[in-house]
Each structure stands twice: as C-alpha cells, then as structure tokens.
C-alpha cells in the first residue's frame, strides 16, 4: 500500500472530478460508516466514513481494498475484528473455531441479500449484546433451534442466513 500526503482541498478536487465513486459498501469500524472507491488507472481511491470522521487512502491493487479497509476500521475488540474481516473479504476469511479451543464462542450470522450483498453480525441477546457461549456444542445446539424453525425473508433478503461459531 502507498502512502501519499494531500491537502483537504486537494482531495475534495479529486473526489469532485472523479464524480460517482465505482464502488460503495458499508465497513463495520467500531461504528457502522460506508465506504466508497474511486479507481485511478491502477490504484484506488478510498474513502472510509464512520460518523463524522472520513480517512481517505490510495491503494495500489484492487486486492488491496480489502487491507486498507481493515486498516482504517480499528475494531474494539476481536469480535469485532472478525465481523469486519467478515463484512469486507466475506465470511470464508473467518476461521471457525473447531471445538476444541477452551471459549468462550460467538456465532456470527451472515443475511444474503440481492445484488450480491452480505452482512455479516455477531448474534445478540436480549440487550443487544453478543451472545456468548460456554462451549462449541452449547452454540451448535442454538444454531440447530433456529435453523430448523421456518425462516421469512427480510426485505431484500435472498436466501436463509448462514451460521459460523468461532472462538475468543
């Protein structure tokens, strides 16, 4: 990734003249922001923005998106790492715990929607909290209890949403 230094009003003209980014897509950071991408020949333009606060980088390759994304969104914690990571490169970059690490586990929830968008979030409890798991087979029991109940789309929604346990 390079790194290059512009003014405020140098990349406001840039963003200006390059118009419509090519890409926009929401990036989990310790809050919800968006993010958009200019291509520049070669490179990319990033700009990640998460309530009042914009990071702009250039980024040499498109593969490289993904690293600066992860780079400008500093997680809380390691959850929220692995919903980020999860959110950008897609669920198959999160390694799934296996059973045998001690815990606690998590269960992370990927909803499919049109137009080839995922979202990917930790299940909660009754206060909005990740739920937490004492062991592998206590989380496997939950997923088998809500995955064989019947399913209604949300809005948007193209399919039922996948189920990933991993481990803290």
């Keep these: 990734m390079s790194s290059i230094t512009l003014t405020h009003s140098q990349v406001s003209y840039l963003v200006d003249r390059l118009g419509e980014p090519d890409e926009v897509f929401d990036a989990v950071c310790t809050a919800y922001g968006r993010a958009a991408a200019w291509q520049l020949g070669r490179s990319w333009l990033l700009a990640v923005t998460a309530g009042?606060?914009?990071?702009?980088?250039?980024?040499?390759?498109?593969c490289d998106l993904a690293g600066a994304l992860e780079e400008a969104c500093e997680p809380a914690d390691h959850l929220d790492w692995l919903v980020n990571r999860a959110n950008v490169r897609g669920i198959d970059a999160v390694q799934p715990a296996s059973g045998d690490e001690p815990g606690p586990f998590y269960i992370l929830c990927t909803r499919h929607y049109y137009g080839h968008q995922d979202m990917t979030a930790a299940v909660?409890?009754?206060?909005?909290?990740?739920?937490?798991?004492?062991?592998?087979?206590e989380a496997a029991q939950y997923i088998a209890s809500i995955d064989g109940d019947e399913y209604r789309l949300v809005h948007g929604e193209c399919a039922r949403p996948e189920y990933a346990i991993v481990a803290m």
């Design 124 to 137: 909660t409890d009754c206060a909005g909290l990740p739920r937490e798991f004492a062991s592998y087979e």
């Design 52 to 62: 009042d606060q914009t990071i702009y980088s250039v980024v040499d390759h498109v």
